[in-house]
T-cell receptor, first 114, second 112 residues
């Protein structure tokens, strides 16, 4: 069974440019998460989807960050415009919807903003 | 506020030695507790989890963790460390298992 797929794995951009990350969760997983992981820190939740609905986006900086999960499967996270402080690893995870379930993580996208 | 603390930023052990990584949590009630491992360039992999019941939890790769309510701790242990265990380890807690709060991680170095 394929795990959580993320692309690209690495991205280098200049500040003020837009950038987008893509995530394809494990087949059948209704819940999808985007996390931000700064160097030397644990992941922090940005947004959680249950199917196509964003049920928790309280930590998403909505002035520059946006996300979508149009058909309740794969998802895109966008930053526009990127700032130097956005350099980090962006992790996607997925889980089954019901009950207490393990979150499975993708390998992440390492973003460097110059 | 809910929080997870991993007091040790970096731990070095010799191969074959025992290991204990510390984790303390601050939650209103007993949360669900997890340990994840992250190797360079990899996503996080779940080692073990505690929801309720037996306070000693067995996980993958020979790891175990003990939940101690009185100390608000969930320490990870392994009796004999292998070189392949070198990685970063994250403790996490959740009130609902939907939203995880992670500690800042402990980097493990294994000496030959």
């Amino acid at each position: 069974e394929a795990g959580v797929v993320q692309s690209p794995r690495y991205k280098i951009i200049e500040k003020k440019q837009p950038v987008a990350f893509w995530c394809n969760p494990i087949s059948g997983h209704n819940t999808l998460y985007w996390y931000l992981q700064n160097l030397g820190q644990g992941p922090e939740l940005l947004i959680r989807y249950e199917n196509e609905e964003a049920v928790d986006d309280s930590q998403l900086p909505k002035d520059r960050f946006s996300a979508e999960r149009l058909k309740g499967v794969d998802s895109t996270l966008k930053i526009q415009p990127a700032e130097l402080g956005d350099s980090a690893v962006y992790l996607c995870a997925s889980s089954l919807l019901a009950g207490v379930n393990e979150q499975f993580f993708g390998p992440g996208t390492r973003l460097t903003v110059l | 506020a809910q929080s997870v603390t991993q007091p040790d930023i970096h731990i070095t052990v010799s191969e074959g030695a025992s290991l204990e990584l510390r984790c303390n949590y601050s939650y209103g009630a007993t949360p669900y507790l997890f340990w994840y491992v992250q190797s360079p360039g990899q996503g996080l992999q779940l080692l073990l989890k505690y929801f309720s019941g037996d306070t000693l939890v067995q996980g993958i790769k020979g790891f175990e963790a003990e939940f101690k309510r009185s100390q608000s701790s969930f320490n990870l242990r392994k009796p004999s460390v292998h070189w392949s265990d070198a990685a970063e380890y994250f403790c996490a807690a959740s009130g609902s298992a939907r939203q995880l709060t992670f500690g800042s991680g402990t980097q493990l170095t294994v000496l030959p």
